[in-house]
């Protein structure tokens, strides 16, 4: 291949050189650019796709890249008896790896809305378009060398600096420019155009004559299909995504937003009661009935403010009903919401069902919004809090699992001011008893001392609490509430410190951003769920 002269004239033999100058050249790594970032958005593309669907981003993370991994491996020596076609290979690998990889998002949450074989088609996809990654290297290296006489070594060096220049395209272009514009699902239709354009393109023009007849009417027809394919599924994209999150929940779907954080989605039904009953699921998990969520929140709420509460402090609860339960005291001056999603407050103060429900609290003068990562918030805090309310999404997922670890609860106590009380929603102990005993393990290894409570929310089920102070004696379970209060009491706050024989106090280990054992006991114990 590299010891062919430059100057030979050009053949129209399959493998023959082509005497081409430096812009072919320039061209032909261009190509490798491209082809490097779209491989790269595939990869995340599968793996936060992941994270969305299942959770556990690390283990999502390390089956996609393992087995893709391993696959390109296994491309790269399958390509070997095709490099006497170079040209002609590589334009029908791309064709089907832009196939492929265009639809890989979609695929897949199809299999997971109704097949319930996710981890299994994602594996299938993972080894497919890896293996075709794998094959595109040889194939490049050789049309590299055909188109200028280069040892084999400057030809490496030129291919994977392209290569990985490439990757780091498609790193940044993913989270910044593909998710906020197009999705995931259409984002990745788009990356599997370019990714066809790019191949068929190199090999139409460069090593035309490289093609018979026939090959080039076949390839022809080829990308013409592919790229029909394509175009209807970006075109029906938004209605077959409809379609598959409906199949995903059991009321209809009347809203849903993809953000940079998270998957949310609003139902409505009618209840029983002959109430309309919306719920909030964040990631595909329930975060309230609007039937009961008052029971939760009055719960999580009241009992903290039992003491000092002139200035509060609200972590999660992006959805305003924690803060309306805090607004009902007259006393309180401030109360700052940390929430990390903007598109969650944004939801909470704009769509009708959510500002109606929360007594438009976000917009109350008293109420200061911070759109931030609570862990990191808190680390350049002076100021403290005489209550806190941490209100977090269940740590059934990589991210959240910090929010429940012995750093961040250290973090939360040394911005409450003396005397102050917090107080932590902490799942299930009936459904989720290792987690939730966990959670209280990890507050005490913090310097908290802590009283777990639990009640009954029939959307929940049995769901527990920890109130906690800095020190060593435990806060007392008691009450200083408003006006108007439809659930909570001292008697029900009596009872709801006792737990049944059959889900005793457990002595767990503590979760910490290390060891992160919070995240093993909530995705097994909810498995079941």
């Known amino acids: 291949m590299s010891g062919v002269d430059e100057a030979a004239p050009p053949s129209t033999e399959e493998g023959s050189p082509i005497a081409v100058g430096r812009l072919a050249r320039v061209a032909l790594l261009l190509v490798v650019f491209i082809?490097?970032?779209?491989?790269?958005?595939?990869?995340?593309?599968l793996v936060a796709l992941g994270s969305y669907l299942i959770g556990n981003t690390a283990a999502q993370a390390s089956i996609v890249l393992g087995v893709m991994v391993f696959a390109m491996g296994i491309g790269a020596l399958a390509a070997k008896p095709l490099q006497r076609r170079a040209a002609a290979s590589f334009a029908v690998i791309e064709l089907i790896l832009a196939l492929t990889g265009g639809l890989s998002v979609l695929g897949l949450y199809a299999a997971f809305a109704w097949l319930h074989l996710y981890t299994v088609a994602m594996v299938g996809v993972a080894l497919v378009v890896g293996g075709l990654i794998g094959a595109e290297i040889p194939l490049l290296m050789v049309l590299l060398q055909r188109i200028r006489k280069q040892d084999a070594g400057s030809a490496v060096a030129d291919l994977f600096a392209a290569d990985y220049v490439g990757a780091l395209l498609g790193g940044l272009a993913f989270p910044f420019l593909l998710l906020p514009v197009f999705g995931q699902i259409k984002?990745?239709?788009?990356?599997?155009?370019?990714?066809?354009?790019?191949?068929?393109?190199?090999?139409?023009?460069?090593?035309r004559r490289d093609l018979s007849r026939k090959v080039r009417a076949g390839l022809g027809a080829a990308s013409a299909g592919v790229a029909l394919v394509l175009v209807l599924a970006f075109v029906f994209a938004n209605t077959f995504e409809a379609t598959a999150r409906q199949a995903l929940y059991r009321d209809p779907v009347v809203y849903a937003q993809q953000t940079q954080y998270q998957d949310i989605v609003i139902t409505e039904d009618f209840s029983w009661t002959g109430t309309a009953d919306f719920r909030l699921f964040l990631n595909g998990d329930l975060q309230f009935s609007s039937v009961d969520e008052y029971r939760y929140h009055e719960t999580l709420v009241h009992p903290v403010l039992a003491g000092a509460r002139a200035n509060v402090l609200v972590l999660g609860g992006g959805d305003g009903l924690a803060v309306r339960e805090i607004l009902?005291?007259?006393?309180?001056?401030?109360?700052?919401?940390?929430?990390?999603?903007?598109?969650?407050?944004?939801l909470a103060r704009t769509d009708p069902r959510i500002s109606t429900l929360n007594g438009h609290a976000l917009d109350d003068p008293r109420v200061t919004v911070v759109n931030a990562?609570?862990?990191?918030?808190?680390?350049?805090?002076?100021?403290?809090w005489d209550a806190?309310?941490?209100?977090?999404?269940?740590?059934?997922?990589?991210?959240?699992?910090?929010?429940?670890?012995?750093?961040?609860y250290g973090l939360v106590g040394s911005v409450l001011a003396p005397g102050g009380r917090l107080v932590v929603q902490a799942g299930s102990p009936y459904f989720a008893p290792n987690a939730y005993w966990c959670i209280g393990a990890t507050m005490k290894a913090a310097g908290l001392a802590v009283t777990p409570y639990h009640v009954d929310v029939p959307a929940f089920g049995d769901w527990g609490y920890f109130l906690a102070v800095r020190g060593s004696a435990p806060p007392a379970l008691t009450l200083d509430p408003p006006p108007g209060l439809r659930y909570v009491d001292q008697g029900l706050l009596d009872a709801a410190r006792g737990f049944p024989r059959d889900?005793?106090?457990?002595?767990?280990?503590?979760?910490?951003?290390?060891?992160?054992?919070?995240?093993?006991?909530s995705q097994g114990e909810w498995r079941d769920y």
Do not use: H
């Open 503 to 521: 889900r005793p106090p457990l002595e767990m280990p503590v979760s910490t951003l290390m060891d992160p054992v919070i995240l093993e006991y």
């Open 388 to 408: 806190i309310v941490v209100d977090m999404p269940d740590p059934d997922e990589t991210a959240t699992a910090k929010l429940y670890s012995q750093e961040f």
């Open 328 to 346: 009902k005291y007259p006393d309180v001056q401030t109360v700052t919401l940390v929430e990390l999603d903007p598109a969650m407050t944004d």
């Open 373 to 384: 990562d609570a862990f990191a918030w808190l680390r350049e805090q002076s100021a403290s």
């Open 187 to 207: 984002g990745a239709l788009v990356v599997g155009a370019v990714n066809a354009v790019a191949g068929t393109i190199l090999v139409f023009t460069l090593f």
């Open 35 to 45: 082809c490097a970032a779209c491989g790269l958005v595939y990869e995340l593309a």
